[in-house]
């Protein structure tokens, strides 16, 4: 499987969209600090997935979330959440 993840970092309120075969393994390693693109916004939180058969289509739904488009449909997908979070 391949994996489409969204973290949420409670120290900037940011989001970090990321790609991986192994999720689990992938999220010890962001909260562990040893990701350089979440070591200095921890600590993070698992907030969203989707989960793929092809690696192709991860890699494009991942880059379609990375876009302006994309983050607005994930922002309303998940708006209550982020309410809850205080999301700015």
């Known amino acids: ?17 990321g790609y991986t ?5 992938r999220l010890l390693e962001h909260q562990n600090g040893l ?13 969203h997935y ?3 058969q092809e690696s192709a289509d991860a890699r ?3 880059k379609y979330l990375k876009s302006g488009h994309g983050r607005e449909q994930l922002k309303a997908q ?3 959440l982020f309410a809850k979070l205080k999301f700015t």
């Open 60 to 62: 494009a739904r991942e």
């Open 50 to 52: 989707e989960a793929f």
């Open 78 to 80: 998940l708006k209550r």
């Open 35 to 47: 990701s350089k693109s979440t070591k200095h916004r921890a600590p993070v939180r698992l907030v």
């Open 1 to 17: 499987m391949y994996y489409v993840y969204i973290l949420y970092s409670e120290k900037d309120r940011g989001l970090y969209i």
């Open 21 to 25: 075969t192994n999720l689990k393994h």
